[in-house]
């Protein structure tokens, strides 16, 4: 299994991104993918998950980020809007293998696959 992000870069602030997690070795449909985001000196965070239809957000990027998914393609997307400098970090993609911790989609633990992650900068 392989998760492989794209689209990150350096963009001015109030500017916008769409990360894009390109899932390969097996389907994910149905199952629980988010995004985690890990600035220098800082912890991982949670950043977004999408449980089928249903969506979730971390307080830093709540309102101005839309996570959706293609399931033909087997990829998520993540845009984020009204950028800012404190966005500037690693975004990483995760998927997790079971349901069974549907419920603790924002915790890092619980997934259990990685992307090697896309480095995001905002200039201010």
């Known amino acids: 299994v392989q998760l492989v992000e794209s689209g990150g870069g350096l963009v001015q602030a109030g500017g916008s991104l769409r990360l894009s997690c390109a899932a390969s070795?097996?389907?994910?449909?149905?199952?629980?993918m988010g995004w985690f985001r890990q600035a220098p000196g800082k912890e991982r965070e949670f950043v977004s998950a999408?449980?089928?239809?249903?969506?979730y957000y971390g307080d830093s990027v709540k309102g101005r980020s839309t996570i959706s998914r293609d399931n033909a393609k087997n990829t998520v997307y993540l845009q984020v809007n009204s950028l800012k400098p404190e966005d500037t970090a690693i975004y990483f993609c995760?998927?997790?293998?079971?349901?069974?911790?549907?419920?603790?989609?924002?915790?890092?633990?619980?997934?259990?696959?990685w992307g090697q992650g896309t480095q995001v900068t905002v200039s201010s």
């Open positions: 995760a998927a997790m293998s079971s349901r069974a911790l549907i419920s603790r989609r924002m915790v890092e633990s619980a997934y259990d696959y």
């Open positions: 070795g097996r389907t994910f449909t149905g199952y629980p």
């Open positions: 999408i449980v089928w239809g249903d969506t």
